[in-house]
């Protein structure tokens, strides 16, 4: 492959790397922040194509599409796309799959605008998902078309699909369906019972991976305190709680998964959960120890100088949190101190 052509595909595989990470506190993201499209509204922008095609030949870095169905866009016959980071699944000879792709690129002198880009059609990353490499399921081609006999997808037909999709066990498209939920906390207001059970069935499944299930964590913070939602899920938290060790792989999903589990027990959990959080309080990921000390003033503001006391005691704690605690420790002796002095 041309160097210039390898040079654009290994810029494509850092933004990929770097867009994985956009989702985690999206939810709470800063006032004015640039809203993130849903995963379908990102493939299906204008300047891509989505096909449903069969991978009929590979190389080191591209691979050889043979389009079966348009969904978006225009396109037939065999198509050669370059990969970007995580479409591994495109050097599967004969795999059958949803793929978005863009054979054009920003002008680039003003960076607006597009042109044909010289280096040939590229798989489309998705942020927050990865790379647009989907299974061929009804529900990922009614949203890989945006379209359902002729007209744009309704609430309803989004949510169907989202749901319908939850049990497959393709990790991307898995992804896919639950960023598209996050990124639409409207869809909540749809679901009855059979869709919370969905989610419920989903979430204790335990096959899901760490950004997945952050991500359905994230989905279900607006409602988390409804009635019907509320036990279980503060069950599910407190088990991703007990299971994560102070000392997470920072490289990978599990601080994200974690830190969102904590924010939502917060708001549903219970005093007892405090003492599980405050081995948190150490955790090497700073953010994560952050939450963590929200969540144990919150659910139990009385016990919360003891935890601060046990975690200062253990001494491996991160700078922010270390000075935060310390000046918890010395209100509550100058309260003391205080109430000691008054008649």
Known sequence: MHWISRLATWRTATRTCSCLWLLAGLVSGPAGAARLAPPSESITAPQNTVVVAEVVHTREASAVLRVH????????????????????????????????????????????????????PIVVVVPAVGAAVLEDSASMRLLGSSRKEGAPLNDEDILAAILDQLPRPHVQSRRFVLAELVLRPNLLDLLDGAGRGRLRETLESGQLEPMARDYLLQALLPIAGQEQIRPWLAQECRATVAASEPRLDLMSSNPAMLKTAIKVLAGIGAPGDVPELGKHLSSNNPAVARQAWKAILSLDPKAAGKQAGLALERGDLGRDVRIALERYIRELDQAAGQDHKEP
Do not use: C, F, I, Q
């Open 69 to 120: 169905e348009a969904l978006h866009g225009e396109a037939s016959g065999d198509v050669e796309v370059r990969l970007t980071l995580g479409a591994e699944e495109l050097h599967e000879k004969g795999a059958n799959l949803v793929v978005a792709y863009s054979d054009l690129a920003r002008e680039p002198r003003h960076g607006k605008g597009w042109v044909r880009d010289p280096n040939g």
